[in-house]
């Protein structure tokens, strides 16, 4: 699986952002599939994820009530829409595909990630 992450950039705060992360294969529609991010000198942390049928959603409490994640199955595609951003959302986001079917919040549980999409927010 190859997944092609799209839509990063810099936007002032309070300001949106959408990502894209297209899949290749035919087996997108069983993974479970989720984004994370990685700030300068810090670890990759999880922001969300979904499950293969978009029926299950997980998000991290910072990121809850502001990101929404979704899917598309027909376009092998999942997306983060980003709104009232702030600068400690700057990082570089990655998303990831698990094939097992359950949500998982830790780096270890994904089976093939993206390449990193760089988002500044300025103050």
């Known amino acids: 699986v190859q997944l092609q992450a799209s839509g990063g950039g810099l936007v002032q705060a309070g300001g949106s952002l959408r990502f894209s992360c297209a899949a290749s294969?035919?087996?997108?529609?069983?993974?479970?599939m989720g984004w994370f991010r990685q700030a300068p000198g810090k670890e990759r942390e999880f922001v969300a994820a979904i499950n293969w049928s978009g029926g299950r959603i997980a998000y991290a409490a910072s990121v809850k009530g502001r990101f929404t994640i979704s899917r598309d199955n027909a376009k092998n595609t999942v997306y983060l829409q980003m709104n009232s951003l702030k600068p400690e959302d700057t990082a570089v986001y990655y998303c990831?595909?698990?094939?097992?079917?359950?949500?998982?919040?830790?780096?270890?549980?994904?089976?093939?990630w993206g390449q990193g999409t760089q988002v500044t927010v300025s103050s």
């Open positions: 294969g035919r087996a997108f529609s069983s993974y479970a």
């Open positions: 990831a595909a698990r094939t097992a079917q359950t949500l998982e919040s830790i780096v270890g549980g994904y089976d093939y």
